[in-house]
C-alpha cells in the first residue's frame, strides 16, 4: 500500500556531531513518505551544504528513529513501532558509512585461517602453519615484512597481548612496542601448541628472499628477512587439543584461549617473564647475526587457572572486561565466567553451533555489554548478558535473554568483530565468501560484499577503518571502509 504523500509529519532533527552541522532544533513538517535519501537532503539543504560553491558537496548522513535506524518510508517505519505521526517525531542525524571501494588483495601461500590488526602491522596465520607480517607504508600499501613457519599445523588464532601500560610512542611505536617486552604476538594452532613471539626488525634490508618462507624442521624457520623478524619467547603448555581462539585481557599481562579439549584457560605474563624472555631473544639475534645453530629454547608457561563448563570445542572466546571471560562452543551455547571465581555466571543457550563471539570495545566504560555471535545456520545475535547481572543484583532471579538476531547470511558465519571505533557497528564473514557490516540499530546489513572466491575464515579491523579478512581462496582482502565519522554517539 502507497503511502499518502500528502500526509505531514512534524520532525525534529538532533545531532551529536560539532556545532557547524547542528541544524536548528525546531519543528519542521515533512512528507510522510520521506526516506532517508529525501532526509539527508533536507539535511544539507539546512546546512546551506547542497550550494554549488561547497567544494565538498552535499553530505551523506543516516537517520536513528525511536532506536532504529530509518530503512524505508519514515510513516511506514513509525507504523511499525506503534508510533503516531500526529506527534513531533526526534529524528537523530549524523554521518552514514560510505559505500565500499574496491579492495586489496595479499596472496599467501596457503588457506588463512586468522588475521590480527595491530596499528599499522598486521599478523596473518595460514594452514601450512606459516605467519605472516605485513605494514602499511606511505604511497606502497601494505608491505610483507616478513614471514615465518611457526606451528607444525594450521595456525588457528593470533592475539596481540600487551604486556606493559608504557610503551614508545612515535611512527615505529607498533613495531617497537613488540619488541622489548611492551607486548607479544601470542599464535594458536590447531597442533595443541601456542607460542608467544617478539617483533625484532630484520638486520638485512628489504629484499632477501622475497618474504617466501624458508622452512626447517619443527617450528621456528627463518624469517623472510624483509624488514621484520619474529623471535619466539614463549611457550605455552596446557592444551590438551587444537586451539581455536586466543583473547587479550583489556588490562596487562593475562590472555586466555579455548579450543577442543573444552575448556577455557588462563595464562599470565610478568615483569620477570618478559626480563627472561628479552635475554633469549638477544641470545637468538646473537646467534642468528652470527649464523650458529639456534638451541635457545623458549621460556615454558602453563595456565594460571582453567573455566570449565562446555561440552565440546570451545571456537571463540573474548575478555570485554578485567573480571569477565565470555566464550561460545559448538554445544550452542555462550557462557560468561567470572575470573576472579572461577565460575559459571551467564549461560545462554542457542539453536545451532556457534562458531566465533566478540565484544564491543567500550564494554568497560558503558553500562552495557554487547556480544556479538554467529553460527552454523548464518544467524548473527547480539546479547547482553549483564541483563542477568542486574536481575540477580536486584534479587528478582534470572531475567529472560534479550537477544537481537540478523538474519542475512546463508551459510556458517565463521567470524565477528566489533568495529573498535564504534559501540553500533560489526563485520562478520561466511562460508559463501561474504563479508557484511552490520549497524546493531537496523536488522540489515550496511554492506555485503563478496571478497573472496571460496570460503571466507577471519576477519579483523585494521589500521584506521579497513576490515581485514581472510579465507580458504589463499588470499587477505583489504577492504577500506571510509568514515565511520561521528558514530560515538
Known sequence: METDASQKVLCRFVTKLPDELKVPSTDIALPSNSTRYGLSQTINALLSTADEDDEEGPKVFD????????????????????????????????????????????????????????????????????????????????????????????????????????????DDSSVSSMHGGGQILVTASKDSSMRGWFVNKAGGEAGGDGGKRRRKKGAGGKAGATGLDLVQVFEFVGHTGGVESVASSPGCGRFCSGGWDQKVRVWSIDEEDIAGAQLNAAKKQKKATEELPE??????????????????????????EENLICSASWDCTVKCFDVSKGKMVSNLIRDSALFCLDSSRDAGHSGSLSLAFGSADGLVAVWDPRESFRAKEKGTG??????????????????????PSSPFHFASCDYDGLVKV???RSSMPLHSIELHGDKALCLDWFSAGTLASGGADRKVALQGMAVMAGEKQ
Open 398 to 419: 534470572m531475567a529472560l535473554a534479550t537477544v537481537k538476531s540478523f538474519k542475512s547470511h546463508k551459510a556458517v558465519v565463521a567470524d565477528i568483530r566489533w568495529s
Open 63 to 170: 537517520f536513528l528513529v525511536s532506536g532504529e535506524l530509518l530503512r524505508g518510508e519514515l510513516a511506514r517505519h513509525l507504523a511499525k513501532r506503534g508510533l503516531s505521526v500526529e506527534k513531533t517525531i526526534v529524528i537523530e542525524y549524523f554521518f552514514a558509512l560510505e559505500p565500499p571501494q574496491p579492495p586489496k588483495e595479499l596472496d599467501l601461500p596457503d588457506w588463512v585461517g586468522a588475521v590480527r590488526g595491530h596499528g599499522d602491522l598486521l599478523f596473518s596465520g595460514s594452514y601450512d602453519g606459516g605467519v605472516s607480517m605485513h605494514r602499511t607504508s606511505s604511497g606502497e600499501g601494505e608491505v610483507l615484512q616478513g614471514s615465518k613457519v611457526a606451528h607444525s599445523d594450521s595456525v588457528s588464532a593470533l592475539a596481540v597481548v600487551k604486556v606493559s601500560e608504557e610503551g614508545p610512542q612515535g
Open 438 to 440: 552490520w549497524d546493531m
Open 295 to 320: 638451541n635457545t629454547v623458549s621460556l615454558e608457561q602453563v595456565e594460571t587457572t582453567f573455566l570449565e563448563g562446555h561440552k565440546q570445542c570451545i571456537s571463540s572466546v573474548c575478555w570485554p
